[in-house]
């Protein structure tokens, strides 16, 4: 699949259900995805090892574990289409009898022992838009060993605002590519009952030379069982050049593992620096405003759930701001996933305020 920067495709994370035999052909191409967890797996587990695989798909990270020596690796998966080929793999491989393969969401499986490791790649381009934070909090209380390790360890979510008119021409004219005809954005807009194309984000790979201002960290996952699913972050950006403000890049870094990082910020796509199937996320805003250096992007961004939860997997994001100019309002903008759009949130224990103050 060939792509090009600040070329708007079709918002993968937002429809899990649907992934068809293309997209995880097309992880299963993604370079930076295959190394990066293929040498984190086999650095951390050792022979003798029991694992958990949360969310197995096709099979490819429980057989990375088998490779490294685990007596036993449990596949969990929830897709039934998935199942054969996992197991596919792994008798191809020659590891039938050390795996275990459950068909059902981790919520609702029970593990015959703990174990030492908990694998999994359940990430979105934002970090938590496959709701992994839940997942693997039930996952590390029920299924870890007192002193086990969950690979990833950490992953970190990051915001820039980008001036990307490309994009954001793409976005209001409704196009948007899809690995194929399923993937379709009316259908999508349809599903998740948004009237407002702006109010939806999408994949996307923006280079660094849209960036408006540095990129921040809006949120950090440690996958301690503490970490936050619902949360509000309030961000200042200072505008480091004259450009104009089309909506923010989301993309993350995961700590892996002691020794490998993963960091899908890249945009060489001909050098494989990018994601194929991650790409970036692209949060646009509708009306567009000129800024110019100095000027200050106040963001705040929130992730909670929806009053209906009838949609599995479905989590709402938020991001309303301002843009001052010498400290007066000068633009305003305002989206969100679903029709809650933007929720009040009173508990200041998920309140993260950052560099407000600091221009």
Not at 10 to 15: I, V
Not at 143 to 159: R, S
Not at 259 to 287: A, M, N, Q, Y
């Given at each position: 699949m060939k792509y090009e920067g600040e070329q708007v495709w079709f918002p993968l994370s937002e429809d899990i259900l649907s992934w068809d035999d293309d997209f995880h052909e097309l992880m299963l191409r993604d370079h930076l995805r295959m190394v990066s967890y293929e040498a984190a797996i086999k650095e951390v587990?050792?022979?003798c090892m029991t694992v958990a695989d949360i969310g197995t798909g096709t099979g490819i990270l429980a057989l990375w574990a088998l490779e490294a020596g685990a007596k036993h690796v449990y596949g969990i998966e929830a897709n039934?289409?998935?199942i054969p080929q996992a197991l596919q793999r792994i008798v191809n491989a020659g590891y039938s009898e050390r795996f275990t393969v459950h068909n059902a969401l981790s919520y609702d499986v029970n593990l015959q022992e703990r174990v030492d490791i908990i694998i999994s790649e359940i990430l979105g381009n934002l970090g938590d838009n496959e709701d992994m934070t839940p997942i693997l909090a039930d996952a590390r209380t029920r299924?870890?060993?007192?002193?086990g390790k969950v690979l990833p360890q950490k992953v970190t979510t990051y915001l820039t605002p980008v001036s990307s008119v490309k994009a954001h021409q793409q976005v209001k004219d409704k196009v948007c590519k899809g690995i194929n005809e399923q993937?379709?954005?009316s259908d999508i807009l349809r599903k998740l009952g948004i009237n407002n194309q702006f109010d939806l984000y999408y994949d996307c790979i923006l280079p660094k030379s849209t960036y408006l201002s540095e990129p921040q960290a809006v949120k950090e996952f440690n996958f301690d069982a503490n970490d936050d699913s619902e949360y509000q972050?309030?961000?200042?950006y200072l505008v480091n050049k004259d450009g104009i403000l089309t909506g923010f890049k989301g993309h993350f870094v995961a700590q892996l593992s002691d020794k490998v990082i993963l960091d899908i910020s890249g945009d060489d796509i001909d050098r494989r620096k990018t994601s194929d199937c991650w790409k970036h996320c692209f949060l646009p805003i509708e009306s567009t405003v000129e800024v110019m250096q100095?000027?200050?992007i106040e963001l705040d961004y929130q992730r909670f759930y929806p009053v209906d939860r009838s949609i599995p997997f479905r989590q709402c994001y938020s991001w309303k701001g301002v843009v001052?100019?010498?400290?007066?309002n000068i633009h305003e903008f305002y989206h969100g996933t679903c029709k809650e759009k933007f929720r009040n949130m009173n508990y200041d224990k998920n309140l993260?305020?950052?560099?407000t103050g600091n221009y």
């Amino acid at each position: 699949m060939k792509y090009e920067g600040e070329q708007v495709w079709f918002p993968l994370s937002e429809d899990i259900l649907s992934w068809d035999d293309d997209f995880h052909e097309l992880m299963l191409r993604d370079h930076l995805r295959m190394v990066s967890y293929e040498a984190a797996i086999k650095e951390v587990v050792k022979p003798c090892m029991t694992v958990a695989d949360i969310g197995t798909g096709t099979g490819i990270l429980a057989l990375w574990a088998l490779e490294a020596g685990a007596k036993h690796v449990y596949g969990i998966e929830a897709n039934p289409v998935r199942i054969p080929q996992a197991l596919q793999r792994i008798v191809n491989a020659g590891y039938s009898e050390r795996f275990t393969v459950h068909n059902a969401l981790s919520y609702d499986v029970n593990l015959q022992e703990r174990v030492d490791i908990i694998i999994s790649e359940i990430l979105g381009n934002l970090g938590d838009n496959e709701d992994m934070t839940p997942i693997l909090a039930d996952a590390r209380t029920r299924f870890l060993k007192e002193n086990g390790k969950v690979l990833p360890q950490k992953v970190t979510t990051y915001l820039t605002p980008v001036s990307s008119v490309k994009a954001h021409q793409q976005v209001k004219d409704k196009v948007c590519k899809g690995i194929n005809e399923q993937y379709s954005l009316s259908d999508i807009l349809r599903k998740l009952g948004i009237n407002n194309q702006f109010d939806l984000y999408y994949d996307c790979i923006l280079p660094k030379s849209t960036y408006l201002s540095e990129p921040q960290a809006v949120k950090e996952f440690n996958f301690d069982a503490n970490d936050d699913s619902e949360y509000q972050t309030k961000i200042a950006y200072l505008v480091n050049k004259d450009g104009i403000l089309t909506g923010f890049k989301g993309h993350f870094v995961a700590q892996l593992s002691d020794k490998v990082i993963l960091d899908i910020s890249g945009d060489d796509i001909d050098r494989r620096k990018t994601s194929d199937c991650w790409k970036h996320c692209f949060l646009p805003i509708e009306s567009t405003v000129e800024v110019m250096q100095g000027d200050v992007i106040e963001l705040d961004y929130q992730r909670f759930y929806p009053v209906d939860r009838s949609i599995p997997f479905r989590q709402c994001y938020s991001w309303k701001g301002v843009v001052k100019c010498n400290g007066v309002n000068i633009h305003e903008f305002y989206h969100g996933t679903c029709k809650e759009k933007f929720r009040n949130m009173n508990y200041d224990k998920n309140l993260n305020i950052a560099n407000t103050g600091n221009y």
